[in-house]
C-alpha cells in the first residue's frame, strides 16, 4: 500500500542511549517531515527535508538529527535520549506546492517513544 | 509568529446529525492554506479537507465541508449526517505558502458520536 511507513511502533530507551527512527515514503514524494506529538500541544515540526541532500530545522530541533540520502527515506536520530523526549514522532510527507498536484502531507502511523 | 486556537476541547453529537468544529488563526500573511486533520484512536493522521486562502469558494470532501472567513481568520469544519467513524481527534493546521515546511498545529477538539 503507497504511503508513509514508520518503524517501530513502539520503543522504549534508557536515559543516554541513541536510537534512529525509521521513515519511508513510496509516493515519489520530494517534501518530508519530522513532527513530535505531545499531550495538549498539538503537533510540533522538529526538522523537515525539501529534497534529497536538503534539510532543515524546525521549531524544536535540540537532540535530533536528520539526514536525507534519498528521495524515499528520512530517518530522525536521537543521539543522547532524554525524558523530555518521550512523545509519539510521527513522520509526513507530501508533493511541493503549486505542482498541478494536491498539496498536503500525508502522515505515518506515528512512533511512541518512551524515555526512561 | 502564527498560532491557531481551537477553542472547543472536545464536542459531541448525535449519529446523523450535524456537528461544527472551530478554528481561528491568527497571521499576518495573505497567502496560506489551511487543513483539517483527523486523529482516530489508532493514532494515524488523516487530511480530511484542505483550504487555499487565495481561492473564495469553501472546500467541500464528501460529509465534510469548511466555513472559511479570511476576513475573520476563521476555519470552521462542518460535518455532516455523523457517523460512528467519525469519533477521533480533530486538529486545525495552518500554513505559509511559500518560507518554511512547517505546519502550525491547534490543539485539538475531541468529537464524540452518540449512537
Known amino acids: 500500500n503507497a504511503g508513509v511507513t514508520q518503524t517501530p511502533k513502539f520503543q522504549v530507551l534508557k536515559t543516554g542511549q541513541s536510537m534512529t527512527l525509521q521513515c519511508a515514503q513510496d509516493?515519489?514524494?520530494?517534501?518530508m517531515s519530522w513532527y513530535r506529538q505531545d499531550p495538549g500541544m498539538g503537533l510540533r515540526l522538529i526538522h523537515y527535508s525539501v529534497g534529497a541532500g536538503i534539510t532543515d530545522q524546525g521549531e524544536v530541533p535540540n537532540g535530533y538529527n536528520v539526514s536525507r540520502s534519498t528521495t524515499e527515506d528520512f530517518p530522525l536520530r536521537l543521539l543522547s535520549a532524554a525524558p523530555s523526549q518521550t512523545s509519539v514522532y510521527f513522520c509526513?510527507?507530501?508533493?511541493?506546492?503549486?505542482?498541478?498536484?494536491?498539496?498536503?502531507?500525508?502522515f505515518g502511523s506515528g512512533t511512541r517513544l518512551t524515555v526512561v | 509568529a502564527q498560532t491557531v486556537t481551537q477553542s472547543q476541547p472536545e464536542m459531541s453529537v448525535q449519529e446523523a446529525e450535524t456537528v461544527t468544529l472551530s478554528c481561528t488563526y491568527d497571521?499576518?500573511?495573505?497567502?496560506?492554506?489551511l487543513f483539517w486533520y483527523k486523529q482516530p484512536p489508532s493514532r494515524q493522521m488523516i487530511l480530511v479537507i484542505r483550504?487555499?486562502?487565495?481561492?473564495?469558494q469553501n472546500a467541500t470532501e464528501n460529509r465534510f465541508s469548511v466555513n472559511f472567513q479570511k476576513a475573520a481568520k476563521s476555519f470552521s469544519l462542518k460535518i455532516s449526517d455523523s457517523q460512528l467513524g467519525d469519533a477521533a481527534m480533530y486538529f486545525c493546521?495552518?500554513?505559509?505558502?511559500?518560507?518554511?515546511?512547517?505546519?502550525?498545529f491547534g490543539t485539538g477538539t475531541r468529537l464524540t458520536i452518540i449512537p
Open positions: 497571521t499576518s500573511e495573505s497567502d496560506y492554506y
Open positions: 483550504q487555499e486562502a487565495y481561492k473564495q
Open positions: 493546521a495552518y500554513k505559509e505558502r511559500f518560507g518554511n515546511e512547517k505546519l502550525t
Open positions: 509526513a510527507s507530501s508533493y511541493p506546492p503549486g505542482q498541478g498536484k494536491l498539496y498536503g502531507y500525508t
Open positions: 509516493m515519489n514524494h520530494e517534501y
